[in-house]
């Protein structure tokens, strides 16, 4: 069974950056798409970002396009999210999960499993 746990979240004003990380252990991540997601209070689990299992696809939410960048090191079983240009309305809990069939790469948190618990990224104005 494979346990993903993400780090890297923090408190940053509006404008700045943050790079989370999405760490595995016990099963390799290289099989796999892989996809982060981000859950505000009171709201519904929002994709972000997914990346193939060889890291040559990727894409990404509306509200993240040019700002986001998803990449993996397979050799490092590890998967960042780099954030730019962060709004306050990006303030959630960013979350990371493997895509067990990776066919396609799907935006929808119903094919993902494995979730991790989350980093809390807060962006003040």
């Known amino acids: 069974q494979v346990q993903l746990v993400e780090s890297g979240g923090g408190l940053v004003q509006a404008g700045g950056s943050l790079r989370l990380s999405c760490a595995a252990s016990g099963r390799t991540l290289m099989n796999y798409h892989l996809g982060w997601f981000r859950q505000g209070p009171g709201k519904e689990r929002m994709f972000v970002a997914a990346i193939s299992a060889n890291g040559g696809t990727t894409t990404y939410g509306d509200s993240v396009k040019g700002r986001f960048t998803i990449s993996r090191d397979n050799a490092k079983n590890t998967v960042y999210l780099q954030m730019n240009s962060l709004k306050p309305e990006d303030t959630a809990v960013y979350l990371c999960?493997?895509?067990?069939?990776?066919?396609?790469?799907?935006?929808?948190?119903?094919?993902?499993?494995?979730w991790g618990q989350g980093t809390q990224v807060t962006v003040s104005s």
């Open positions: 999960a493997r895509d067990p069939r990776s066919k396609l790469l799907w935006a929808s948190a119903t094919y993902y499993d494995s």
